[in-house]
């Protein structure tokens, strides 16, 4: 007789979820999502704080596979539950921009930078935006736009201060600014990395990046550079977490856009690759090595 699968709780398929879309399998990671959600509003125990976050781990999912209308829809959502939650903030407006929704998107990288002055990504976007609205309305494009919200004091220094919830298996951290002493040390310690690459010593580079980073965790290249060693010693999901983390700092990074699609090649997430090779050539249309990989793993596809 086949065994009854056993039920699970809405905090174990939204971890199965995770899992899912850490390793580029986005549809699987929206089904899970969308039962964990059916399980947590069913459940006495119904958090809105909990639901928005499982609404934004769909909508990140819906955001990879292309699914922009969907994405938004469940970032709405996400927002009505857990207002202000950065994430759904910038898949929000990730998804406006490819529908070509600007003001939309402009508000809402606007209104994540009230959140925290300090998201790469938000910042690139808005410049984009303003480009783009700059062409499609002229000089005074700002006249035709949704009002920006004000985020509150009392909801800024309560997101500052808090460690936000996992969302995607990744945790929102506002890292504090290093001071002097703890940036010469992260950088010796870089250094000695460097050189324990250049004797091809992968391993105990990556402890070395490990110190540095303790000591500096804002420093984009010590992340690449570890996803390098990773890469080198075959343990894929840490370049990739790695590169993500460089990708959080910078998020035009060439060298984290190309690792990590080499990562995800290996993987075997074809699409995960494609999509952060085509996302490097968008920056640089003529990187030979982005297009050798990308035209190699299209043939996989």
């Known amino acids: 007789m086949p065994q009854k699968q056993k039920h699970r709780s809405w905090t174990e398929l939204k971890q199965a979820g995770n899992e899912c879309?850490?390793?580029?399998?986005?549809?699987?990671?929206?089904?899970?999502?969308?039962?964990?959600?059916?399980?947590?509003?069913?459940?006495?125990?119904?958090?809105?704080?909990?639901?928005?976050?499982?609404?934004?781990?769909?909508?990140?999912?819906?955001?990879?596979?292309?699914?922009?209308?969907?994405?938004?829809?469940?970032?709405?959502?996400?927002?009505?539950?857990?207002?202000?939650?950065?994430?759904?903030?910038?898949?929000?407006?990730?998804?406006?921009?490819?529908?070509?929704?600007?003001?939309?998107?402009?508000?809402?990288?606007?209104?994540?930078?009230?959140?925290?002055?300090?998201?790469?990504?938000?910042?690139?976007?808005?410049?984009?935006?303003?480009?783009?609205?700059?062409?499609?309305?002229?000089?005074?494009?700002?006249?035709?736009?949704?009002?920006?919200?004000?985020?509150?004091?009392?909801?800024?220094?309560?997101?500052?201060?808090?460690?936000?919830?996992?969302?995607?298996?990744?945790?929102?951290?506002?890292?504090?600014?290093?001071?002097?002493?703890?940036?010469?040390?992260?950088?010796?310690?870089?250094?000695?990395g460097n050189a324990l690459v250049k004797k091809g010593e992968h391993r105990k580079a990556i402890e070395k990046y490990s110190q540095s980073l303790k000591h500096n965790p804002t420093e984009v290249t010590t992340f690449t550079n570890r996803a390098l060693c990773y890469l080198s010693v075959k343990q894929y999901r840490d370049a990739v977490s790695d590169c993500d983390e460089a990708l959080m700092i910078d998020s035009s990074n060439i060298k984290a856009l190309y690792r990590r699609a080499q990562a995800h090649k290996e993987l075997q997430n074809i699409n995960a690759c494609v999509d952060d090779l085509n996302r490097l050539l968008k920056v640089e249309p003529k990187n030979t090595a982005a297009l050798k990989l990308l035209q190699e793993v299209q043939k996989k596809k």
């Not at 399998?25 to 006495?44: D, F, K, V």
């Not at 919830?165 to 290093?178: E, L």
């Open 21 to 192: 879309f850490k390793t580029g399998q986005y549809g699987e990671a929206t089904s899970l999502y969308s039962q964990a959600i059916r399980e947590l509003e069913r459940s006495n125990k119904k958090i809105p704080e909990d639901l928005g976050i499982l609404y934004s781990n769909r909508a990140a999912s819906y955001l990879k596979d292309g699914n922009c209308v969907e994405c938004v829809k469940d970032c709405n959502m996400s927002l009505e539950l857990f207002q202000f939650n950065v994430k759904s903030l910038l898949r929000r407006a990730a998804a406006s921009e490819a529908l070509e929704r600007y003001r939309q998107a402009y508000v809402d990288y606007k209104t994540a930078l009230q959140i925290d002055y300090n998201i790469a990504a938000a910042h690139d976007g808005t410049n984009r935006m303003t480009k783009a609205l700059t062409e499609a309305d002229g000089p005074s494009w700002r006249e035709k736009l949704p009002p920006i919200p004000t985020v509150p004091l009392s909801v800024r220094e309560k997101l500052a201060q808090q460690p936000a919830p996992q969302q995607n298996g990744t945790t929102q951290r506002n890292k504090p600014a290093p001071s002097d002493k703890d940036i010469k040390k992260g950088q010796a310690m870089k250094e000695e």
